[in-house]
């Protein structure tokens, strides 16, 4: 006779459950509907350019994992080998930077350095004799995802490295170990351990990636499966082979995020700083000049195009852009919908948390999960699965018939980008409202105090702090996203990553240059204050 | 049954009719009837069932089977907050983020409109732990044995029937413990009501404690006055729970006292 009382919290999981799940299945349904109407167009787009397309796509994310994670792993190492020198602790928070950067703005960097027009084209051309061709294709799809993943696994294997037991080290030193069984004895099998994860992590934002495809891929012989189906519904209109791109990009996505999830990856990729734990082990003087070496080559590569974001955008006319009419309406569409867009996903996110929680405190220890609980715990993952790009295909297909999807472009990005941050917002929220709960939760229950009194007397104070970290990192988010803008953006809705990306195609680089910049500084912003307030919640 | 001149009410009976419940592995099963207005150490060795004989009677968990009576009354599911009871646990009685007053306002109403006779009343339940003056006052600038005088004063302020004690005293030292205990035996005695209180210190059960009952193995083994519990025609499983140390505390306190 175990009775349950109902509880709020639960209503409103399922309410954001619901919300997610019509996101999503309105998108396949569009899909569908598309499918089945033009069956045997669908069946002809099974061409050679598609397979080329999926080739394309896993080649090019299998070698920028490769890139990014080997390098990472060694760079990694001699960080954890010398856990106190002058600049160390920047160059982790510099590593964090890519995290905050959108794509497009990286793009631009890259271009600006190793372009055609770029900084070292003179060095590059004076090496290889000839004019330098530019760092178009694979090799700048390379460039630009080694740029964005090697900081991170090098990142997330320190954070492996940081879990080796201090006595561990204390035991090497005094056996006498050398760095080379200290390697083999004591860091490789945890770097091992982590190995799959990273590598698999890196992976799956490889074959996702859509911005630096589409500005850095250059023609059809460097095409993903996301910028194709872009292509397919913005340029070629051929809705029925944009069917066929996104349910192999589905099915390829969610390959990689079973094979992930049975490697125990971790799928967000984490914003913490490790701190070093004391080390026993000096290296000597061959191997710190070698690790020397070795963290300043990783240096020079990530710094680069921040730099040359930086300066390419001073040279821009910054005072001429700030008062031009089109790049004042994109900065007040795109805060906004960033905001918009931000709130949506913490309230969303924060529905899911509180019904997990209240639904794993109903269930007894020992009990099996429910399948509301486990839609609550993972239903943002959903996500994951489902590229921004694929969520908006589908709802572009499904409503064109219906009304004119450039006029519904504020309603997508908003949707699209809010639940695409909630795994972000999630991470930052889930442990403190758990941790609120654990203390208030019999109080609160003994008292009486629920629903509204709850939410207001008791977990807004205790959460405000966390909320904000969500809500400024899902802004940095949605701010620098040019996914679903790239589908439904037009002349009378432009945000500031879509004017970027007109003013890159009309060969306006300054300006491009300029508003990158704008860009850059606002997301780095808002992912520093993200990573104070969460810091400071924590003391 | 408040009377409008604040008079207390009296307490109530609690009566555990064959309840049953289990949590993972383990199982309890309580059958038990506690006399109104008296004050029982429950007390047993660790996961004998002593916090969730008391969680069970408080409404945090629901028997599988079985009733909990107060005064007669079956509560079925009624919420925690609907219970004839207050509950004081080990720690995290007080939200962190509210100050002393809201804490023990928060007895008279979960939405925290509190009213001048509010007010009042809430300064009166302070005053009356031994914190006055302290309203303003957040809970990181208490003490521990004040943060708990804190609860004590909500507990007075929603002056339910029946109070349980889940070990509220157990990080205090013993002098501190002490002084809190005779808090508590000093509003049960102006209030009356059925006081439950776990506690693992035969010399708090010694000290409040007009009955004893004594947990083992997810049930209640014994039951009975104090008195009979602390000499040596106690309960054998019972004494060699506290360790038959060939004496009572306050034997072992004679010999010492002796030898100055």
Redesign the interface.
Known sequence: ???A?SDSRITAGAVALAAIALLIGGAFAGLAVEGAQDLSGAVAAFDSYLFRVARFTLWQAALSTLLSVGPALLVARALSRHPAFPGRRLILQLFTVPLALPAIVAALGILALYGRAGYFAGVFAGLGGGEWPGIYGLSGILVAHVFFNLPLATRLFLEALGTIPTDQWRLASQLGMGARPAFRLIEWPVLRAALPGIAGLVFMLCITSFTIVLTLGGGPAATTLEVAIYQALRFDFDPARAVVLTLLQIALTFIVVVALTRLGANTVGDANLPVAPRRYLSAGRMESALNAGLIALALLFVAGPMLATVLSGLEADLGRLAGEEAVRRATLTSAGLALLAALLSVTLSLALIAARRALSLRR???GAMGLLEHAADTGAGFVLVVPPIVLGAGWFLALRHVTDVFAIAPVMVVAVNAVMAMPFAIRAIRPAYDAASE??E??C??????GW?RLS??DW??LRRPLATGFAFAMALSLGDLGVIALFGSDSVQTLPYLLLARMGSYRTADAAGLALLLGLVCLMLVVAADWLGREGKS | MTTSNGTAQKGLAVRLDGVSF????ASFRFDAEFADGRITAIMGPSGSGKSTLLNLI???E????GKVLIGGTDLG?A????RPV??V?QE???????SVEANVG??RS???KLGDADRIAVAEALARVGLAGKEKRLPRELSGGERQRVALARVLLRDRPVLLLDEPFASLGPALRDDMLDLVAGIHAERKMTVLFVTHQPEDARRIGQDVAFLDEGTIAATGPAEDFFDRSGPDAFRRYIGDRGGTVAGSQHIARKRT
């Open positions: 006779m175990r009775h009382p007894r220890a020992g203390r208030h019999r109080l229950l003994a008292l009486g105090i629920s009194n007397l008791i104070p205790s | 289990s949590y993972g592995e408080a409404g945090f629901v028997p599988d089977a599911t919420p925690p907050s609907a207050s509950m646990f995290n009685n007080l939200f962190a983020h509210l928060l007895g979960p939405s925290l």
